[in-house]
C-alpha cells in the first residue's frame, strides 16, 4: 500500500484516485473547487463516467480516499504527489501552464519543510521539456530543495478516455513512465503493479511528447477514415467496406510498418498511386486536405534532407544508396536520385556508391532506363565502396546495406556521416548526424 496525493481532481485525477484506491492505495485528492471536494467526501462522482460512483463511494467508505483543499496536509500524508490539473489551450492554440506552475509552487512550498524525500509525478498533459525546464525549477525555487537529492521526478501520461476510463485504467495499451529519476520510476511499478500492457520507462521527454503524437496519431486516423469515406462516396463506392478490407492486413496497414522516423519514401507505387487518388479528388472537386499534404510533405522532407547536406560546406558528396530502399535496383521515384540531382545541380562533386544500382545498370532491366533517362548519373557511380568513402568529405548513408555498417565503423575522424537509414549509432555527435533524429 503506498501513500499518494492527487492534485486535481477533474477528469483525470478522480479517475486515478478512485482506481488507484481500489488497488490498495492510500489517496488523498486535493482542488481548490469545494463542490468536487464535498462531492468526493459524500462519495459522489463529480463527473459523469461510468461505474466511477461505486468505485468512489466505496474507495471513500473504506478509508482508502478522501478530498481537500490542503495541500500542506495531502503532502505531508503522502510519499508521492501525482499533478492532474488542466493544461488547456490559449487563445493562440500554446499550452496554458498557469495551473502546472501554480500547483508545482504549491508543493514546492510544502516541501521546503518536509523532511522526508517525496516523489513528484505528472500527469497532465505537458509538451517536451516542461517537466524538466518548468516544473523543476519552481519546486527547487520554492523548496529551496534539490531534484534528484530531495525530491524525485517522473512524468507519466494518461491515457484513458472519457466514458471508458475506468476500463481504460485497469487495461491500458501500456504504461508510459517518463523518468528523471529512478527512484520515482521506481514508485510508480510499484503503484500500477500488476497492470497488463507493459511498463516502458524512458526519459521525461520522449514520455511528455509520446502523449501528443499517441493523440496526434490518432487525430490523423479519424481525418484518413473520413477523407477516403467522402472521396469513396464521390465515386460510388461504400468507404467502410474499403477501410473494413484495409483494416484486415495488420502486416503493413494496422502496424507499426512506415512509422519511423526516416527519409522521403519513394519508388514505383506510393508517389504513383498517391498522386492518381489525390488527381481524381481534384477531379471530382472533392477536397481532401490530409491527402493533398502528402506529396508535399515528401517533397519538403527531400528538401530537409538537401539542407541537412549543404549546410556541412563541403563540396565532395559520396551517396551510399541511390534506390529508394536497400535490395532493390529500381530508381524510379528515388528520393535521393532527386537529391542527387538537386546536388549535381548545385556543382557538388558527387561519388554514388550502389551495388544493385550499379548491376542494374551494366546488365538488368533498368539498363535501358540508365541509358535513356539518367545517363547523367551514371558515370557518378562507382563500384569501390572504399574509394567512394576515401575521396568524400561527407557521407550520405541512403539505405541501411550491411556493407555500410562496418565501413563506418572505421571511418577517418575527419569525414561527416548524414544518416538517412537508421544505421550508425557509433558515431560521435560531431561525425554523425540522423536526418530526423
Ligand atoms: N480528460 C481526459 O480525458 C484526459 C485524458 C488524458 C489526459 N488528460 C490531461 O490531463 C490533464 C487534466 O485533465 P482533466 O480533463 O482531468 O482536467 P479538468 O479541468 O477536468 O480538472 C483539472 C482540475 O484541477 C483543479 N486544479 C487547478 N489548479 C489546481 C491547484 N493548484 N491545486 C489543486 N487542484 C487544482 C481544477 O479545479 C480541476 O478540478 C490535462 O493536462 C489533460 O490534457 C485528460
Known amino acids: 500500500m503506498l501513500n499518494i496525493s492527487v492534485f486535481g481532481m477533474g477528469y483525470v485525477g478522480v479517475v486515478c484516485s478512485a ?28 463527473i459523469v463516467e461510468p461505474e466511477l460512483e461505486e468505485y468512489l463511494s466505496s474507495a471513500v467508505k473504506s478509508g482508502r480516499l478522501y478530498a481537500t483543499d ?21 487563445k493562440n492554440g500554446d499550452l496554458d501552464l498557469s495551473y502546472i506552475r501554480q500547483v508545482s509552487e504549491n508543493i514546492g512550498q510544502v516541501l521546503a519543510e518536509k523532511e522526508d524525500k517525496h516523489v513528484v509525478i505528472i500527469r497532465s498533459t505537458v509538451l517536451p521539456g516542461t517537466t524538466r525546464n518548468v516544473v523543476v525549477p519552481i519546486i527547487e525555487h520554492a523548496s529551496g530543495k534539490k531534484a534528484g537529492v530531495d525530491f524525485y521526478v517522473a512524468m507519466n501520461p494518461e491515457f484513458l478516455r472519457e466514458g471508458t476510463a475506468i476500463k481504460d485504467f485497469f487495461e491500458p495499451p501500456m504504461t508510459v513512465i517518463g523518468q528523471m529519476h529512478a527512484e520515482a520510476g521506481d514508485f510508480l511499478a510499484k503503484m500500477y503493479d500488476g497492470l ?38 464521390n465515386l460510388g463506392v461504400d468507404g467502410r467496406d474499403v477501410m473494413e478490407l484495409v483494416c484486415n492486413d495488420t502486416k503493413l496497414n494496422i502496424s507499426s510498418a512506415y512509422l519511423r522516423p526516416g527519409f522521403a519514401f519513394g519508388g514505383s507505387c506510393l508517389p504513383k498511386d498517391v498522386k492518381a487518388l489525390t488527381y481524381r479528388a481534384r477531379s471530382k472537386d472533392v ?19 538537401m539542407e541537412l547536406i549543404t549546410k556541412q560546406k563541403a563540396n565532395r558528396i559520396g551517396m551510399l544508396g541511390l534506390s529508394f530502399k536497400a535490395d532493390t535496383d529500381d530508381l524510379r521515384e528515388s528520393p535521393l536520385l532527386e537529391l542527387v540531382e538537386r546536388l549535381m545541380g548545385k556543382g557538388y562533386e558527387l561519388k554514388i556508391y550502389d551495388e544493385n544500382v550499379s548491376v542494374a545498370k551494366e546488365k538488368g532491366a533498368s539498363k535501358e532506363y540508365f541509358e535513356n533517362e539518367i545517363s547523367h548519373i551514371s558515370n557518378l557511380l562507382n563500384n569501390d565502396l572504399r574509394e567512394v568513402v576515401d575521396q568524400s568529405d561527407v557521407l550520405v548513408v541512403g539505405n541501411s546495406s550491411s556493407h555500410f555498417k562496418n565501413m563506418l565503423n572505421e571511418l577517418a575522424p575527419s569525414k561527416k556521416v548524414i544518416d538517412f537509414a537508421g544505421i550508425s549509432k557509433q558515431l560521435s555527435n560531431e561525425q554523425y548526424e540522423g536526418v530526423c533524429w
Not at 70 to 90: E, F, K, Q, Y
Request: some cysteine.
Open 196 to 233: 497488463p500492457g507493459g511498463f516502458y520507462r524512458n526519459d521525461l521527454e520522449v514520455a511528455e511528447m509520446a502523449k501528443y503524437i499517441a493523440n496526434t496519431w490518432h487525430a490523423v486516423k479519424v481525418c484518413f477514415g473520413n477523407e477516403v469515406g467522402v472521396l469513396a462516396k
Open 19 to 46: 482506481c488507484l484506491a481500489k488497488k490498495g492505495h492510500q489517496m488523498i485528492g486535493v482542488d481548490l473547487n469545494h463542490t468536487k471536494i464535498s462531492m468526493i467526501n459524500d462519495g459522489m462522482s463529480p
Open 287 to 305: 477536397s481532401l486536405p490530409l491527402l493533398s499534404s502528402i506529396m508535399p510533405s515528401n517533397n519538403r522532407h527531400v528538401q530537409h534532407g
Open 70 to 90: 490542503n495541500t500542506r496536509h495531502a503532502i505531508m500524508n503522502s510519499d508521492a504527489s501525482l499533478i492532474c490539473v488542466g493544461t488547456p489551450s490559449m
